[in-house]
Every structure is written in C-alpha cells, then in structure tokens.
C-alpha cells in the first residue's frame, strides 16, 4: 500500500513542479514585458526576477502565497481614492493664520507707547517691539533711553548698545580693508552702505555721528575716484545731505553737483540739490536747478512741488541779505 502511495505522490509532486517552473517563467517573462511598455523596467525588472526565482525554490507555496497577497490588494483598492483635495502644483499656497488680537490691538507708534502712563503695559508694549527685527524700529527704540522709568531706559539702552557696537566693528574691519586696497568698489559700497543704514537711525549723537558722517563721505570719495557711475543716485543725495547736516555746505554742494551730473535723468539728486538751496534761501540756484529738471524731462514729486510754490510766493531778497528757508 505504501508502495503504490509512492508511486502516485512522485508524479503529482513531479507535475506540480513543472507547473510551477513554467507559471514561474511565465510569471517573469509578463512581468518584464508588461514593466517594458510601462517605462518602468529599471526598477521592476530586478522584482519580477527576485519574485519568479523564489516561486522555483518554493513550488507551490510561494505562488499560493503572492496570489493570496495580490487578491487581498484588489479587495481593499477597489474603492477609488478621492483626489479631488490633492493638488500637484508647484504654486505656492500661504495659508492665512488667524490674527493674535491680544497682541495686535496692542500695538501703537512706540512715541505714544512712551507717554503710556502704565508702567506694565508700557514695558510689554517695548518688549513686543524687541522681540521683532529692532534695526527696523531702532530711532524709536532710541526714544525710550531717556524714559523715566529705569526698566523701560535699560531694555531700550541694552539693544541700542549691542546694536553699535555691532556696527562699529564692522565699520572698523571694513574700513581697515578698504584703506589696505582702495580700489576694491565692492568693500567701498559695503561700507559706504552700512554707514549710510547705520546714520538714518539717529541713534548716534554728538561728535560720533560727525566722525561717521564724514567717515561715510570719504568712504563715497574714495570708491568716486575709482568708479563715480558705482554710486546710486539716493548715495549721492545722501552725501549731499550728511555733509549740509554738519554745516559743510561747499562739500554738500559738490556731492549735489555730482549727483545732477552722473544721474540727470533720476528725481533724487534733483531734489537733493533743490532742498539744500532752499534751506540756505539761494533762489537763483534753486530755479536753475529747477530748469535743469524741468530740461530733464524729470516729473517732480509733491514735496518738490511745495518747494517751487514757496519760493514763487516769496518775494525776492535784496542782494546781500542772506536769508534762510525754514
């Protein structure tokens, strides 16, 4: 009985193995001609090798076992995916956040924070302030240093310190490379830059400020003799204006004149150089300077417009007499 068992196993089990091999191959050789037509035959190729190889090591099994694998996919990913909210844009989406009502409704121009008679709120209203981008609020910053309340004084004076003294190394190690190569126009404008951003803060006083706004001056004289067209037109005006704030007007002149010469089609030197004439009361300047913007074709603005209109009002002065423009 054993015997005849033996005889009847050997050729199922013989039959069920050359089922197998030949599933197996069929298996590999659809695999690969179906990854082919796809476009994705580097990454499949090496699975349906792997896969076919493991089918002839273990005859029957492994293919019961990937058929039950892939029949238990097709049950659960016949119900479709909804990708109607699914976007595939490059398009940048910023999602709005909802507004911090306790901190915005607090917020107020940091004067008036000043004159808040609350100690608390006036002190979280500065602390609100540092914790932003203080270069951005530093001449307001600059007020609470002489705040009666000492908290309030030595937060704001704390930021402006480091401010500074940040700034006055940079200055000084620029400077230091610029004097070893003054032709290099890139370390010039760098510099000139920073002393430019660092002086419209007005948090440097007294004879500091002087020596920075001549500083910045020379700066601009230096990277001129190398290149006048590498000065913006606003730096032009901002020279011109630094140097009639330190009561160098023949200097402030000069820097005006040069701005109207290398930027004649730009509103800024225009209405630099109209400012310093109409500060100092010199009508014929100011008019000439006027008839070059008007040649210029250069549209003034309103601030320039209310100079024009005060100057035609105001009758002429005597000559000798020196007169100044409030």
């Not at 050789?29 to 090496?46: D, F, K, P, S």
């Amino acid at each position: 009985m054993r015997i005849g068992n033996d005889r009847l196993t050997a050729p199922i089990f013989l039959a069920a193995v050359i089922v197998n091999a030949v599933f197996a191959v069929c298996y590999l050789i659809y695999g690969l001609v179906t990854a082919r037509r796809g476009g994705q035959e580097r990454g499949n190729r090496g699975k349906y090798v792997l896969l076919s190889f493991v089918m002839l090591i273990c005859p029957v099994a492994a293919a019961c076992t990937l058929g039950a694998g892939h029949l238990v996919y097709q049950l659960l990913s016949r119900h479709g995916v909804d990708m109607s909210d699914v976007s595939f844009s490059r398009e940048k989406h910023e999602s709005p956040l909802p507004a911090d009502l306790e901190t915005e409704i607090n917020i107020v121009p940091m004067r008036e924070a000043m004159t808040v008679a609350d100690t608390g709120r006036r002190r979280r209203m500065l602390l609100n302030v540092l914790k932003k981008d203080v270069r951005r609020s530093l001449s307001s910053i600059a007020l609470a240093m002489e705040n009666a309340d000492s908290e309030t004084s030595h937060y704001a004076t704390s930021v402006v310190t480091d401010v500074l003294s940040d700034f006055r190394g940079t200055a000084q190690n620029a400077a230091e490379a610029l004097k070893r190569d003054p032709g290099n126009v890139e370390v010039g404008k760098l510099l000139l830059e920073h002393l430019l951003t660092a002086l419209q803060y007005n948090i440097l006083t007294g004879a500091e400020k002087s020596t920075y706004a001549y500083m910045a001056a020379n700066t601009a004289e230096t990277v001129f003799r190398v290149s006048p067209a590498a000065l913006e037109d606003w730096e032009y005006a901002r020279i011109t204006r630094l140097m009639d704030e330190q009561g160098d007007f023949r200097a402030a002149e000069q820097w005006a004149g040069r701005g109207l010469e290398y930027w004649p089609l730009k509103l800024e030197p225009y209405k630099e150089a109209m400012r310093l004439y109409f500060r100092h009361g010199d009508r014929e300047a100011f008019f000439a300077c006027l008839e070059r913007l008007k040649a210029a074709n250069v549209t003034a603005d309103r601030e320039t417009m209310e100079w024009i209109r005060f100057f035609r009002r105001e009758p002429a002065e005597p000559a000798g007499k020196e007169k100044t423009a409030r």
